[in-house]
Structures are given as C-alpha cells and as structure tokens.
C-alpha cells in the first residue's frame, strides 16, 4: 500500500497533465510562452488559473468526492487533503500573474520583478467550514452529494482567480508606496456580465477604485488589468504649427 498522500496523489497527476500539456503545445503551452516572453497581460493570467482551476477541481472530485471511494480518513484529514490542493492551485495561478507583472514592468521601463498575491486563507477555510456542515458528514467522509459543489469548477475558479486580483493589488500597492501612479481597470466581458459589476466598471487610480473593485463572483467574465503607468492608455501624438511650436497631444485609449 502506497504512503502517498491523497494530496501527492493529485500533485502528482496535476504535474503530469501539466507535462502533457506542454507537450500537446494547447493554450496551456502558449499562455507560458507569452509568460516567459514577457508578454502575458492580466486578462491571459485570468485564462491560466481558469484552467489550472478546471484541472485542480477534476482531480479533488477524483481523489475526494462522493465517487473516489476514498474511506478510513477522518474528516479532519481529508479537509487537510482537500486545503492543500486549494493552496497549490491558488500557489499556481499567482505565481503565473507575478510572471505576468514582471513583462508589464519591463514593457513601461520599470526594473523590478513581480510580486505574488498573498492568498488569504480564510477563502479555504470558510469552504472547508461549509463541506463539514453537510448534512450526512459521519467521522469518515467529508464530501458528500449535497456538497460536493463546493469542489466544482465555479467554486474552485473562483479562488485561483482571486490569486490574479490579489497579485494585481499586491503590486499596485507597491508601486503606489514607492511613489508611482498604478492605473487599475475593470471591463465587463462580450455582452457584459451583471448589474453589479457594470457599477464598480471603469479605470481608476490605485487606492480610489469603487469599494470591492477587486471582487469576481461566480461566472463573472468580467477582466481586471493594472498598469504602472498612464502611457499604455494613452495615445500620445505631436503636431508642429505654422510657427514650428511643438506640441504635445495626449489622447486617452
Ligand atoms: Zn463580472
């Protein structure tokens, strides 16, 4: 009988997809070619950890839902089983997003690498505290056909798409500290997404964006992108009059 954890057990799977991705030259492949040829944007960071997320939540259901068969584990221990894989996915899709900074950063002259979003944990616990007040949880099993939506797809996208926002806020935050104007912006996807995001939508100054700006809710395709400088957004021309004056016209995209 094999010591490896559940959570091994899915590391592991996860690492080979990613191999069979990679070889298979998919979006998965070039999404990390843009990464590493450093020029990724916010919007392919957000497609990255919808994927990993999809894979991240195929292989929970595998080893830990209602059909894995999994037993003689205390709840306790399969939630640990179950935080982990949360973690390593969120670790995945902010590591990817830091990835997708450091192009930025270069692209605008900025020297300095990316810095990852920090996961706040109480994303995963605040799941982990739903799946034990399932209905039927007995000592041994912690997924049950009443909860085990809470490893579905949606939910799972949902904190790996957070590492992308966090990620956004923990630079712009930095480079608003050490002195820089950091541009935030928020689209709704084709067709628009939903009331609530039409009135946070629009492009701001770090630090004055509407009160919960950085929130995804389930299914929302809306896109979120930072900028540590306006010159991306703008288009900047110059005209010489009659007199051979020189001016400057900035012209907002
Ligand atoms: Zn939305």
């Known amino acids: 009988m094999s010591e490896r954890t559940l959570y091994q057990m899915m590391l592991s799977d996860f690492m080979k997809w990613q191999n069979s991705e990679r070889d298979a030259n998919g979006k998965y492949a070039k999404l990390w070619a843009k990464a590493n040829g450093g020029k990724a944007?916010?919007?392919?960071?957000?497609e990255y950890s919808r994927i990993i997320a999809d894979k991240w939540s195929e292989l929970l259901k595998k080893y830990c839902g209602v059909d894995s068969g999994v037993?003689?584990?205390s709840s306790d221990e399969l939630a640990t089983q179950v935080s982990k894989a949360l973690e390593q996915c969120y670790?995945?899709?902010?590591?990817?997003?830091?990835?997708?900074?450091d192009?930025?950063?270069k692209s605008?002259?900025?020297?300095?690498?990316g810095v990852e979003g920090k996961l706040d944990r109480t994303r995963i616990t605040r799941l982990i505290e739903k799946l034990k007040n399932g209905e039927s949880v007995t000592e041994d099993i912690l997924i049950t056909a009443e909860t085990?939506?809470?490893?579905?797809?949606?939910?799972?996208?949902?904190?790996?798409?957070?590492?992308?926002?966090?990620t956004i806020q923990e630079n712009a935050r930095l480079h608003t500290e050490a002195g820089l104007y950091s541009y935030i912006e928020r689209k709704q996807g084709a067709g628009g997404c939903c009331d609530w995001c039409a009135s946070v939508a629009g492009r701001y100054i770090y630090g004055e964006q509407p009160y919960d700006f950085f929130?995804?809710?389930?299914?929302?395709?809306?896109?979120?992108?930072y900028m540590p400088s306006r010159q991306r957004w703008q288009?900047?021309?110059?005209?010489?009059d009659s007199k051979g004056k020189i001016s400057k016209n900035i012209e907002d995209l």
Request: aromatic share 8%; net charge neutral; hydrophobic share 30%.
């Open 41 to 46: 944007t916010y919007p392919d960071a957000q």
């Open 71 to 73: 037993s003689g584990m």
């Open 91 to 101: 670790k995945g899709s902010s590591y990817y997003s830091s990835k997708v900074q």
């Open 103 to 105: 192009g930025i950063n």
């Open 108 to 113: 605008v002259g900025l020297n300095i690498n």
């Open 148 to 166: 085990e939506w809470l490893i579905d797809k949606p939910v799972v996208e949902n904190i790996s798409m957070s590492a992308v926002t966090d």
């Open 215 to 225: 929130k995804i809710h389930k299914h929302c395709n809306c896109q979120i992108t």
């Open 235 to 240: 288009n900047i021309t110059f005209t010489t």
